[in-house]
């Protein structure tokens, strides 16, 4: 069982910057593929990013490509997203869900993961 804590989420200007973590419990995270997803109110949970386990291979969203960017360190059973010029409709709750022994990548709809966190709100004020 692989438990996962976000964490760096918060309340900015449009246009400023914020980094999420997500902070696994197992070391089995480290060869797990993790992505992030968005839920905003009314709306689906939606996929943003995901990242293989050894960190090779990134994959975006259209909409955050250029501005957001995945990153791992399994030293530290960690995954992060840098959001950068961040906009009002990034406004959303943040999960980071992680999944192992896929063949393939990436993996971008939510029932292709095995666990999940708690989730962070990101708020970008217009």
């Known amino acids: 069982q692989v438990q996962l804590v976000e964490s760096g989420g918060g309340l900015v200007p449009a246009g400023g910057s914020l980094r999420l973590s997500c902070t696994a419990s197992?070391?089995?995270?480290?060869?797990?593929?993790t992505g992030w997803f968005r839920q905003a109110p009314g709306k689906e949970r939606e996929f943003v990013a995901a990242?293989?386990?050894?960190?090779?291979?990134?994959y975006y969203t259209d909409s955050v490509k250029g501005r957001f960017t995945i990153s791992r360190d399994n030293a530290k059973n960690t995954v992060y997203l840098q959001m950068n010029s961040l906009k009002p409709e990034d406004t959303a709750v943040y999960y980071c869900?992680?999944?192992?022994?896929?063949?393939?990548?990436?993996?971008?709809?939510?029932?292709?993961?095995?666990?999940w966190g708690q989730g962070t709100q990101v708020t970008a004020s217009p």
């Open positions: 990242i293989t386990w050894s960190g090779g291979n990134t």
């Open positions: 869900a992680a999944v192992r022994g896929l063949g393939y990548f990436p993996p971008i709809e939510a029932n292709e993961y095995s666990y």
């Open positions: 197992a070391r089995t995270f480290s060869s797990s593929t």
